[in-house]
């Protein structure tokens, strides 16, 4: 395959248990080869995770050029390229420059993203919520409730909706799709009395054109959204585990543009310097 094209991007999501790349299709939202999956490391300090994640940066040397940006996400909040918080990775993250960190080891201009936010992005570019104007609003339901808000494309980073104070109660400790498991409600009952009333609060607050529902549960919607009665229409996301991914590449190229053209195959390797 020929060196990086304009329309190559090229995205990691560092999570918890893993850390996974991929050379993206920009024109498409698609990996143009397999991902590549190596283990976070234990403890998952900056440092640990920064060598993991230069080493998937440079697996893809036939794919994507050593110029192209580099899109991350992240599980924490990402407050100008600043991790606020630290969930499932060391607690040395907070007040890292993630950004300037992994910039640092990967020898390429980084944009770091949340990485519910990266997944919405995703989403909006290419899945559910493709071309769709106004306000877009993506929950993943899992463990817990996590939100992310675009505006007529533009992302609002950093929301934490699955927290709201509903009926006295943080929302997603009796909306997440873990509460629906551990109580044994079966799924209409989770979407009528727990669903319904949390997405009834975001609606009085947001009023959403489109509601987008990702998490592993997204898999199975059509056992409980049919019973969901909202203004905003709610579907399913499509790219599901590509998404955030797919949305860090596509970020990292909209700030930055896009990886410089090689002269052959030898500058596929070169990396450009911050």
Not at 36 to 48: D, E, G
Not at 107 to 121: E, H, M, P, S, W
Not at 152 to 167: A, K, Q, R, S
Request: glycine fraction near 12%; include cysteine.
């Amino acid at each position: 395959m020929a060196p990086s094209t304009p329309e190559v991007g090229l995205g990691i999501d560092i999570g918890g248990s893993g850390i996974k790349g991929a050379p993206v299709d920009l024109a498409r939202g698609t990996f143009l080869v397999d991902r590549l999956k190596r283990a976070t490391p234990r403890p998952a300090t900056p440092a640990a995770v920064a060598e993991v994640v230069a080493q998937i940066a440079d697996a893809f040397p036939q794919h994507v050029a050593g110029s192209a940006p580099l899109g991350v996400t992240f599980p924490a909040v990402i407050q100008h390229g600043v991790a606020r918080s630290a969930a499932n990775v060391d607690a040395s993250w907070v007040g890292t420059d993630a950004e300037k960190l992994l910039a640092d080891a990967t020898g390429r201009q980084v944009y770091v993203v949340n990485d519910a936010d990266a997944a919405a992005v995703g989403e909006h570019r290419y899945g559910a919520a493709r071309d769709v104007r106004g306000v877009v609003l993506l929950t993943t339901l899992g463990t817990g409730i996590g939100t992310a808000l675009l505006v007529d494309g533009h992302l609002v980073p950093n929301t934490e909706f699955g927290h709201l104070e509903i009926d006295g109660h943080d929302a997603e400790t009796r909306a997440a799709s873990s509460v629906q498991d551990r109580e044994g409600l079966s799924y209409e009952r989770w979407a009528r009395e727990r669903l319904q009333r949390y997405y009834d609060e975001v609606e009085r607050l947001l009023w959403p054109d489109l509601i987008v529902v990702g998490g592993g549960v997204s898999r199975i919607a059509d056992k409980f959204l049919p019973y969901l009665r909202l203004n905003a229409p709610i579907v399913p996301a499509e790219l599901r585990n590509t998404a955030g991914i797919v949305g860090a590449a596509c970020l990292a190229v909209e700030r930055f543009g896009p990886a410089v053209p090689d002269l052959g195959a030898e500058g596929a390797g070169t990396r450009k310097p911050r």
